[in-house]
Nanobody
Framework: QVQLVESGGGLVQAGGSLRLSCAASGIAFRLRAAGWYRQAPGAQRELVAT???????NYADSVKDRFTISRDNAKNTVYLQMNSLKPEDTAVYYC????????WGQGTQVTVSS
């Protein structure tokens, strides 16, 4: 059974930083693409960043040069370092991976105050 557990969300002022973590069980992140999506109130879920098994990364234009996705294979964990946060980054952030179908974490709230 695949489980993804996010942590690290919270309330931060604009310009601040947060690091999200996604710990996986039942699946080896090193063999799978993984990533982060987010969903703001009243909006659709959108891609934030992905990382391939070969560690190729991809970012939404809105977060390029501010967010960094990484993976620790020994800990089977994917991270999202978020710097220079803006109020428009406020959303529930979801960890994602895929193996035959999509798997999602429960989400972690990120709130950026102005």
């Amino acid at each position: 059974q695949v489980q993804l557990v996010e942590s690290g969300g919270g309330l931060v002022q604009a310009g601040g930083s947060l690091r999200l973590s996604c710990a996986a069980s039942g699946i080896a992140f090193r063999l799978r693409a993984a990533g982060w999506y987010r969903q703001a109130p009243g909006a659709q879920r959108e891609l934030v960043a992905t990382i391939s098994p070969g560690s190729t990364t991809n970012y939404a234009d809105s977060v390029k040069d501010r967010f960094t996705i990484s993976r620790d294979n020994a800990k089977n964990t994917v991270y999202l370092q978020m710097n220079s946060l803006k109020p428009e980054d406020t959303a529930v952030y979801y960890c994602w991976t895929s193996r035959g179908g999509d798997y999602w974490g429960q989400g972690t709230q990120v709130t950026v105050s102005s």
